[in-house]
Structure formats: C-alpha cells, structure tokens
C-alpha cells in the first residue's frame, strides 16, 4: 500500500520535512517514490504539488495522520482531520496498583 508521509530533514533542532509517496513498509528516511513538497515547521511553509497529491489519491495512496492534517489545514484537501498519535499517559492509580507489595526487612 503507497503513503503519503513526512520524511524529517534538516540539523538537529532545525528539523524540515519532505512529503513523499513510498510504500508503507519502506522506511520513512528511505527510498521514496516522488516528491510532492516540503514544509518547514519554524515558519509555517508549505509547498506542494496539488495536482500530483490527487494523483497519487486516486492511484489508492492513503495519506497519514499527520499530513493528512496539514494538507486540511492548508485548504489543500478536504475531508475530516485524523486522530494523530499521542503516547499514552499512564495514571496514577493503575501505576500504584501494578507495583508489587514491598517485604518488610527482617532485623537480625
């Protein structure tokens, strides 16, 4: 199955972001297909290639969350917006719950 991704460029805290087409099991800093844009995340900038997106859309490429959420925002496609990945938030009660009962020392 083709994806529609961001791949991560540019220095350490400088990061840029290609969107690329690749097959979802490639990794996401190798080989793409094409390139359709790049978004640079301190400024906001977004440049694609529209007609290509639809392209690739209508050849069956999903697009992830993230760039899904993106080409919404900028009014690129339409659709509804993904629930993107958060990591889970582990609660207090649960965590207390899990941790064995701690021994008491014995004095000798």
Do not use: C, D
Request: charged fraction near 25%; charge should be positive.
């Amino acid at each position: 199955m083709l994806k529609i991704r961001l791949q991560r460029i540019g220095k350490k805290k400088q990061a840029h972001f290609r969107l690329v087409v690749n097959e979802h099991t490639m990794k996401p800093q190798g080989k793409y297909l094409e390139l359709l844009g790049n978004y640079n995340p301190h400024t906001k900038k977004l440049n694609v290639k529209p007609e290509r997106i639809s392209y690739w859309r209508s050849k069956g490429a999903q697009l992830s969350p993230t760039a899904n959420n993106l080409l919404i925002n900028q009014n690129i496609i339409t659709g509804e917006k993904m629930q993107s990945w958060r990591p889970k938030v582990k609660e207090a009660g649960v965590a207390e719950a899990t941790k064995p009962a701690e021994v008491p020392a014995v004095a000798a």
